[in-house]
């Protein structure tokens, strides 16, 4: 049975003319879903009975048959989510003051391999439906008890390799009658697929980018990130750069310091060029190691060194701090620990 939070609320109007429902009960549902946060069908009080009975014939309500919630000392939680084929994703909660961010995971496993994300070692599986990307936020949303503020697309998988999924999810996450999150408050972080960014150009929302760049030479990036041989550097930037310009909405360039790798002056100096060139701000994220990863951290000297080279030619430049890292919840490290966990 297709699950209900796979529809646009236009989508599910049309979908109940086929079961001769009105439209007011497609807006009606909507609101229980997106709003109160229904996840039984029975939840929905003042919905009659011949109304939910067809409903409960007709759809599913939930993406996930199981969970596992792990909560680090910082206070961001991971969730485990077990699908209905019995294949597992992960989200990241992430709380900091008046923000509550979720991290969202758009495929099952990924096809590139990056030689920093532990993502990138569990095979690629196949992409998330439009339900399985939404129902993230609202599950996260019904089990901490608090509003999701921000989302960022930064979880497993590349999302502008499940484009169609992404941007309908996008669409709901985004509409009045959905949750509400302002396009500004979403954020699409890619490696570098190029076809995916060019098509993001089409849709008509100011969401934000973030290129997970990490090196600055083609030879590096291919290295790092094998996705670069097809597409380099070079057009990369300029998808990012044609972004800008269409949606004036800052690119954000991520870079994970590696020991030895990516870490010296000159490459400060080659993305400080870049970042200039696309008027773009940098994060600098700590390499969260893990045993089958051959790459080391920096120290924080080292961070704030890199830092400091970048600040002096005038790039606007934050560390991030990583979170969750005993959960295996920071960046890069989702699906690093999930294999043999039953839910
Ligand atoms: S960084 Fe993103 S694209 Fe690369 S392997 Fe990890 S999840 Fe996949």
Redesign the pocket.
Known sequence: MPLLKEYTLTALKEDFQRLRLPGYRAKQVFHWIYKKGAREFTAMANLPDHLLQVLAENYELNAFVGAREYISRDGSRKYLLKLHDSNQVESVFIPAGERNTLCVST?VG?????G??????KSFVRDLTIAEIVDQLLYVQQQTGTKITNIVF?????PL?NYENVIRAIEIINSHEGPGIAARRITI???G?LPGLKKLMDFNRQVNLSL?LHATTDEQRTKL?P?NKKYPLKEIIKACADYFHKTSRIVTLEYVLLKGFNDALIDAQRLSTIAHGLKAKVNLLPFNPFPELQYKPVDQKAMEQFESWLKSRKIPVTIRESRGIDIFAAC?Q?AAKISGVEL
Not at 110 to 114: D, T
Not at 116 to 121: D, T, V
Not at 154 to 158: F, K, R, V, W
């Open positions: 495929q990924c096809k590139f391999s990056c920093m994300c532990a993502s990138g070692r930064m979880g497993m998988g590349e390799e972080s890619t490696a697929y997970s990130m996705i890069g989702l």
